[in-house]
Each structure stands twice: as structure tokens, then as C-alpha cells.
């Protein structure tokens, strides 16, 4: 349950409202919230010159609700917004991981020719092995902050876990928290403490509502500039890495106020099913693309197998516009 | 492994070849194929005389493979060509299920009046449950067949098991096999006796390989025309009904040389968002797509809840052209 | 709903009342029974006077509801009952496939001598390949019918699909229906007409409810020996073949009311696990097991993997017996 | 690769290797071991004179692998051993989330009385709703620990996440890592610097491959004392809450040599099935069990629907003793 507050309650009142139901306040500026559990469904009368009005949920998906809020939030990366009143598919590119500076300012620099505004890169990779590479660290987020300055365009990457989620935060434009990390209380609370956009990817293992309802964390810790990120799930299908759930993204866009962004390169695992997949992603009408390109992908020491090269990646770019087009959309 | 005999080998010969190496013999006219299994890589010295080509393959996926045609086969559905040269997107359409008489024949008339060449409509219903509706059976049969007649639509209509396959293939003029029909080697034998075009449905646990495999059983059974359809599989996701895996369909156009068709109402199974995926499925390059329409939905006897209505439908049906044609392809 | 109609209600009315109902008649001889969609909740007031007793159920599990029978169903497998006042857990244990006379003979003798009482074995099999080993087909059936003469062993054997139905109804003693078969009409109406023992396996990608539903098409077609059987399911982990779904089995013996049969060789895929996942299974307190064993699985022609020796096989039977006891069951 | 050292090359020297084959050195105390990449092979000769013995292998289970090291390695869990020469089954019990002082000691008292020596009890509770119960945090390890104190009970209780490991920690005497956090690489690192026992649990939507890779991360962080805990894999079907996973525990004992413990609670998630998956598990023959159980499960604060109480857990130990006694094993 939402309670909005009239707005001369004061923070104190506030505070000592929510601790009485069990719930969390919020001073949102404008409005000023109280959400409870969704099973609570009412107040006691007394509390009622208090309250501006009520929203009752049928499950913990509240804040992200489009119940709660008929339209889609607007989310800002960089000069770029998606969601709110834009048509914009946003498309956010670049390499698996930061490997070098060579390789991040190749890629930087393709980006910027050909006019995407934002750059992907890894630096701390939340790896499955711990004998395989596991990224440049803090080394690879100061070349990913001076490829923003050098090339002006907003950087994305990636917090592995909360031991560096202060420093990833510090350094990027977009706060990416990937699959295996997006249960993670420890980073999903220090990016709720924060203004920056939010990337947030679904586990592989894990439902829409689940999924959801860990955006209600950095929601309600504070951060309302959250995105929902579909990368693929996990299903008994193994010629492809994942299985991207397109059921799934029609659902958020009916049930969830989020922009929502798709990464097709993760879900397919495999270069050559990127292109297609990438175009009907954009079909569904969608606020954003995260792919993975690499000046040379067979060298690539994360995500070889699924990463473009600025050749076919540059002609997906062209691809997708006429599609972006027909169903009233713009990729920026 | 196929073998392609010379031209002057005779099928007594050809017959003979296949007993020893425990194979299939096919007289395609134009060519003569003994197709073994996988396993088999090459053949003894002694049989070189008749031979003039062997491909071999690391699965069973022989005569479907992409290594055996480098180009998707063409299968002709009345007057439209899906794959082979054409850059047609076939449309099929209709109810689930056929209902009655005033029920399919508004649907008929409505899809004649936009355009639509196909016709869907179940008459042997493989329903989960005894005690809900098992369709109308050979009377349903009959009112589609004379929806060809009145309309010049083809006509699509499911088997549901062996016991009645050799009806519904006389009526219908694409044999569909359901996703829980697919393993049923009673079926597709018949399908494989017939010369008609098959819409083979990827039942919703099966995996891309056992699909294909599948469509082998048609293939080496005599029938070239066969179409594959993915309709979403079942995946621990429960807010829709499965999950379309277009990351399989680009393994299928990659791999395989058969058409590919796409069926996002089962695979959403709520109406809301079978507009968005369809646009997906259109975008990624693609055969066909089938979709349910029925005149009044709410009290459809099966699948009320994803089904389109006429309005619904010819709103979508426009917004597919446009994403077609940017993609080199065009819905017919 | 599951309406028990007074004794001196006839035939006639009852069919006359189930067609106004959409509904199935059944007479049981001490049970005369009328079964409606799980929707309808109640009937007209003037039907009262027919009416000894009405079930309502919240799904279309109705028959095989533990709801509707409080104890589990007896089954008599030769002269052994599964289910009822038994506490017996039936092994059945042979081929995957029968193969050739010496095979089954083997098989069959070394069961007898350490006192197995059901043989299976395989004779249409439902292969994902058309280019491997299809089975024997009667040949085969004759084999084990000769077993069964020769050494006084029940015989378990499976149906493929609808075209051989009456073939192994009329050879075997247990009416086997396969994971890839249970979706069958055509097979599930035969097996209902006839009053012969079913082993209805569920299938890989079945949901429980689906699954007891399948064996509602049986028990409402007039057979009520129906014995349901787990054997894996297809989940994303491929180190093994299958999933035992066991929380499902826990699940079944709550609330259905038919006896519970399991396969771990099918599940685990690998004989190394098969003895482990078999005590497991035992320890459960289920109503049977039916584990695939060969002379030579090295030289299986199906399922090679998966099936035991005699020799590992002697030893888990051994070695079940106090588990058995364990849980106040009895090995026969 | 996993490479042993001769005892007489000092820790420089093997360090240096190490960097130099861009792997991880671990000094054992008895042995040196230096960990590559499983996809290294082999060394270049002249490090030859340095090395006793090289274990290559087929993935990146390596020191988990039962090719390293031929028997389950034993573990400590207070005075009780696990794994190595023992035929221990440990069982652990108690609540899902500390709630109160009176809970707590009611529950460790019981254990105490019927005879268990290891108490469970989550303080950061991984919820998937910020609206809910989150765990009384610090409070609760005191708790806990208070119990080790009064009642001699060894404590196992849960890290949510990085920001608060090293508290845990300090308070327990088994690590327990859950399904969420098994990737979270802070806290692997953490638990790897510790030598603290740890019970890491699979992810639910974790393959067998990466659920032993995680464990290797805490393997090659300098800490041997690791037990994997299978607590069931997210499937299609929902009418129990995952679905446990024996298959893939057949597969743990066979290929690797860490100790394995089962968690039937969660896996099942209703209380009505926990007993008779209880008692498969223990006929599976593994090292350990992990059941929740609560004083009154009706109003607990989390997972009310699975908790056992004192009188149905008393008879379910009482019904595991003779099923270990049957396949071997004791108890504890």
C-alpha cells in the first residue's frame, strides 16, 4: 500500500507514521510516501487527516506499479532521456570488458563516429570462475571516466558486489547491477542512496516479479531513476546461451511504470543471431539496447563468442532505424 | 549421413543400399537420396560406383540442415510460396477453435476483406482436461472446408492423434501438428505419406534439436513441404503463458532450411501483448506468423484470453507491413 | 464436480442428465457417476431427487482427487496390488528395448531367479530420431509374451501412439504410456475403454496438474487402474538427463488418490546415479519402481547409458529391502 | 591445471610462477599448490625441476574435483566431522529467521533434548521484498550466539551480503552462504580468507558446473572447508516452491570431493511434503540435512509455509535413523 501524504505533514510526523505500520518513508520532493507491505489494504481512521490518498497493490510491486503511476517514468543518461514523454530507444554499446586502453578507445571512438551517446564497459566481471580473467578493476573505470571526457559520451559499468559499489558509483554515469548481482541487498541498497540511473538486469533464475521487486528496493531506498533490463532467462535450451523472454518485456511494459532496456547479445550468446534478435527487440517499442561490440572479438578475453565487430555492428545500427520508425520510435 | 546416388542407379539397387546400411531410401524424382544416421560417416569403397555425393553431418539433422540446402526450401500454401526466392511473411489467422457455422464464417469474411489468404481453426482440440470442449471434429472439418470454397482461403486445422489423421489431411490444406502432437510418430508418418504443406509446432519442453528431429521423421517419410513453428516454451515464468524463444528461431534460420513461422498468441497467451511480440516475430526476418482471431473473444470455447478481435487484429495487421518492408520482406 | 448418482437412477437418465450437463457419465457398477467441468459448482434444484452425493473441486483433478477417494486405489499387477490396504513398492525391471530372443530371455530368467514379478520392456519405441532404432513392434510383443508363458512374469510394455494401440493393449499385461505419449487422446481414449493396469508416465515438460488430468482422461473413460509415474523432467541443468521431480511425487501421494510409480534411470540418464537416486526414491514410501536393466548395456540399442547390469541391479535390489522396511513397505 | 610444487620451492619463488601463468599460488601448509586455468595443459619444461605432480582437467572444477582428490574431503563442524573416514549425516535444524529471544532458546532447547548439535538461524535475511520481515540483523547473531553458549550448539547462520560478512563471520560457526549470494564475489573472497566451515548453497537458477566453480573461488581463497548444499533448482512447475535436485547430487558424489548436504525445506516449501523428502534425501546417503523448523510455524516470520514444528520434526529424526543405519550411515 501507498500512502501519499498531505503535504504538511512534516518528516517527523512521517517517520513516526511509518515505523507504527512497519514501513518506509519517503520525502520524494513533490510527494511524500509511505509504502507498506502490500498486504496491509487500509489505516485506522484516526490517521486519515494525515493522508492525501491511498494506492492498494495486489503484490509488492508498488512504486514500479503503472497503477501507481499511469505512465512511464522519464530516466536521464546523460543529455539522452528514455521513458516520460520521449520516443527514444536509447542504444548503448561497447565491449564485454574493458581490456585495455587501446581497446576502450577504439571502440570509444567508433562509437562516437557513427553517434551513440553511451558506452558499455566491465571492469569488475562477476565471472563464474575464479581462473579466468576477472577484469581491470579501478584501472578500467578511470579509462572508461576519461573516454567521457575525451569523447563526451555517458559511461555504463558494471558493480560485481558491494565491496566496490562506492567506487563503481563514483565513476559512472549509468549504475549497471547485472544478473547475478540484482539480489544482492548490499548494492541494491547503495544504489537506492544514489540519483544515478540504474541499470537493472534480471537474473537469469528469476521471475518478473521477483525481478521487479528488486527495483522496489532502490525505489524505495530513495532512487526513482530505475531501468528494467531483459537479458535472457535460463531454460532447458542450450544451442543458445538464454532464452530471451519477449513475453516477459510485453508484461513490463503493461504492469511496470520502468523504462525498459533489452540486451539481446547476453540472451543469444552467439554473434551470428545477435542482428535478428536486436531488430525485434526494437519492434516491441522498447526505451533502450545494450550490445556488446569489440574492435576484435576473437581476442576478446570475456564474451568472445557473442560480441560484434564495429562492421556488422555498424550495419545493425542502420537496420534498426527504419524499425525504430515504424512503431513510433527514435534509436538515439 | 545422405548419400545422393547417381541417376542411374534403380530403386531396386537403391533399395537394396539402405537394407545393408539399415537407412532410409528416398526417390525425390530429381534425386535419389539414401539418408542413415548421423553416425555413419562415409561407406565402403565397393558402393563408390553409385554414388555421387555424401554429405555428412554431426546430428541428425540431416535433410533439414542448411549444409544439406544452402537456401531455405520453398512450400507452396495455394497460391503463396513461403521461403525458396520470395521474401513473403505469410499471414495465417482464425479462432482456435472452430465453433460454429456463423462463427468462422464471420471470421472468414473479415480476413477475406483485408487480405488475408490462410485460415486457422482447431476441430480436434488436444485440451489438458477431459471435461472442458474437444471441438467439433469432422463437422468442424466441414464448415472449414467450405470457408475454401466460398472465400478461396487455404484452409489450416490441426491433427490432434492418429486416429483421425487421414480425415483431417484430406480436408485441410496445411496439415498442422500441434506441440503435443509433435512426438507422435503415428502422425507424422501420415504427414510424411502426404504431399501438403505441414506447420509443424515445437512442442513447449522440446528441445531445437528433438524439433528438427521431428521434422526428419516428415522429411525422410516423403514430404519435403514442411514449416517449422515456434510457439513459446515452458520456462519457470508465469505471468505469461510460455515464452517465445526467438533466439532459437535464429539458431533454426541459421541451421536449418525450412521455413520458419511464428506463433506469439499461444506462446503470450493474453491478448495485451500479442500486438508488441508479433511485431517482434515480424522483425526478425521470418516465414509466417499465425494468430488467433475470433469475432468476440470474451466467449471463445478455448484460449478466450489471447485471442485478438477483428479490430485489434486489422490494427496490427497494418502496423506489420511497414516493419516488414524493413526488412527486405513483405506480409502477404 | 463429481455428481454420485442415487442406485435407482438408470442409464438412460444418467445419460440423459450428463447431456444437458456437458458432462460424462460413468457407470462403475457400485457407483453410478456423472463428472462436469471442475467449473460448475452445484446443479438445479430438480435434479435433486437423482442425487446421493455431490464433490466439488477447485480444479479438473476430480477422479483421481484425494478429495474424492481418501484412500489410494488399489491396482493389481498380476497377482500383486499396488495401492489399497498394500503397503507393497512393485520393482519392474528389464530393457529399454527389447532386442532379439537371447536378450529378453537373459533378462527374463535372471528377474525370475531373484524374484521380480514385472518385466518391462520396449517394442515401439518413441524415438526423437527417424534414423536410429525404432523397436522390434510385434515381433517384440510376441517375445515378451513368450517371456511371460515361460517364466509366470507380468509383462509391461509401451504404447507409441494410436496406430498400434489395440496391438500391445491386447499383448501386455501393463498398459505403458510414455512421457512423449501422454498427451495422446487417441492412445488415453483406448487405454480408457479397456480395464487392463496403465503406467502413465508424465511427460518431460508436464506440469503435475496436467499430468493428473491426462489420467482423467483415462479414469473418466472407464478404466479406473490407472498408476501414475514420475520420471524427470527437462530443466536447465544437463549434467544429468532429467530432473526426479521427488517434491512432485510428495505432492501427488497428498492429493491424488492413485498409486505412484518411479523412474530413476530415465531421470538420471547415467547408470553411475541410478542406484543412489533408486534408494532415494524407496525412502519416499511410493507404490512402485521400474528401472531399466540389460545383459550388456554397452551394447544397448537404446538408452545405453542408463540401464544396468545384472549384477548392480542384484545388489540395489538388496539393498532397497531395509530401506523399505524402513518406511513400513515392502519390496515385491 | 593444478600444479604441486616440491616442498623445497619457497613461497617467492612460487609466487612468481604464479604471476607468470597468470594463476593463483595457495601455500596448504602440506602441500603448494599453484591453480591455472583448466584450459591450460601443461608447463614449458624448464619449470620442471619445481614441480611434483601436475592434475590437469576438463573444466574449472579443479580442487573440487574427485580426479584431485579421490575421497570427500572430511570438515569440522563444531566436534562433529563430515565427509573424510566419517559415515556422518549432520543434521542441522532450526527457524529460517531469528524473531525474538523466546524463540530462539525455545527452538535451542528442543534441538538440545532430542539430541541435535547444530542450530540454524538467518539474522540478514535475502528477501525479495523490501516490505518485508528483513531479519533482526546484529541483534539476532547475538542471539545466536548466546544459544552456542548456554546449550552447546554450533551456529549456522546466513551472510545476505558483502557489507555485513565479516560481522557474520566473527559470529559463527558455519558460514552460510544462500542461493542468492552464491555468486556475490565479495563474499566468496570472504569466506575464502576465513577458516570457518562453510555451507554454500546452490543457486536456483545455477547449473551444477558454475555451483561448483563458485565453491572453487572459496577453495582457491585459502579455505579447504567447504559442503555443498543442494536446496532445489526453479523449474515449470509451481505447485512446489523448487524443485530438489537428486539427480544432481548423484552427480556432486561422483565427481566431486566436497561434502553434500541437502535442504529438503526449501525445496519443497509446503510442511506436508518435507518429511517424505526428508527421508529420500538420507537414503541418498550424503553429509548432511538442513531443516527449518520453528516453534509455532503459523506465525512465523518468514517462510511460515514450510517450517516443521517440534512434534511432526521429533518423528521425522526418529524415522531417519534406520534408513542412514541402511545405506551406512549415522545420524548426528
Do not use: W
Amino acid at each position: 500500500m501507498i500512502i501519499e501524504l498531505k503535504s504538511d505533514v512534516n518528516d517527523a510526523q512521517a517517520n513516526k507514521l511509518a515505523k507504527e505500520l512497519l514501513a518506509i518513508y519517503m520525502n520524494r520532493g513533490d510527494q511524500k510516501l509511505i509504502v507498506t507491505s502490500s498486504k496491509m489494504k487500509g489505516v485506522e481512521s484516526h490517521y486519515e487527516g494525515m493522508i492525501e490518498a491511498i494506492h492498494v497493490f495486489d503484490s509488492d510491486i508498488q512504486l514500479a506499479s503503472r497503477d501507481f503511476s499511469k505512465s512511464t517514468i522519464p530516466v536521464k543518461v546523460g543529455e539522452v532521456t528514455v521513458g516520460g514523454n520521449s520516443s527514444n530507444t536509447l542504444l548503448i554499446a561497447g565491449p564485454c570488458s574493458v581490456e585495455s586502453e587501446e581497446q576502450i578507445e577504439d571502440t570509444a571512438r567508433f562509437m562516437k563516429s557513427i553517434g551513440i551517446t553511451a558506452l558499455r564497459g566491465g571492469c569488475f566481471k562477476p565471472r563464474t570462475s575464479p581462473y579466468s580473467f576477472q577484469g581491470l578493476g579501478e584501472e578500467g573505470l578511470k579509462l572508461m571516466a576519461s573516454m567521457r571526457e575525451k569523447y563526451n559520451l555517458s559511461i555504463v559499468t558494471e558493480i560485481r558486489d558491494a565491496t566496490h559499489a562506492d567506487m563503481v558509483i563514483d565513476y559512472t554515469d549509468v549504475i549497471q547491477i547485472g544478473a547475478k548481482t540484482m539480489y544482492d541487498h548490499g548494492v541494491l541498497r547503495k544504489a537506492g542512496k544514489s540519483q544515478k540511473p540504474v541499470l537493472l538486469k534480471r537474473g537469469f533464475g528469476t521471475t518478473l516479479q521477483e525481478f521487479v521487486q528488486a527495483a522496489e528496493f532502490i525505489l524505495s531506498g530513495g532512487n526513482p531513476n530505475v531501468m528494467l533490463c531483459e537479458r535472457g532467462i535460463r531454460t532447458f535450451e542450450t544451442k543458445t546461451r538464454f532464452t530471451l523472454d519477449l513475453c516477459g518485456v510485453a508484461y513490463l511494459k503493461e504492469y511496470t511504470n520502468l523504462p525498459v532496456i533489452l540486451d539481446p547479445s547476453h540472451a543469444m550468446g552467439h554473434a551470428y543471431g545477435v542482428p535478428d534478435v536486436t531488430r525485434a527487440c526494437t519492434a516491441m517499442g522498447i526505451d533502450g539496447l545494450i550490445i556488446e561490440v569489440h574492435p576484435d572479438p576473437s581476442v576478446a578475453r570475456s564474451d568472445a563468442a557473442q560480441q560484434l565487430d564495429f562492421s556488422t555492428f555498424g550495419a545493425l545500427y542502420n537496420s534498426l532505424k527504419p524499425i525504430a520508425e515504424a512503431v513510433g520510435r527514435k534509436i538515439v
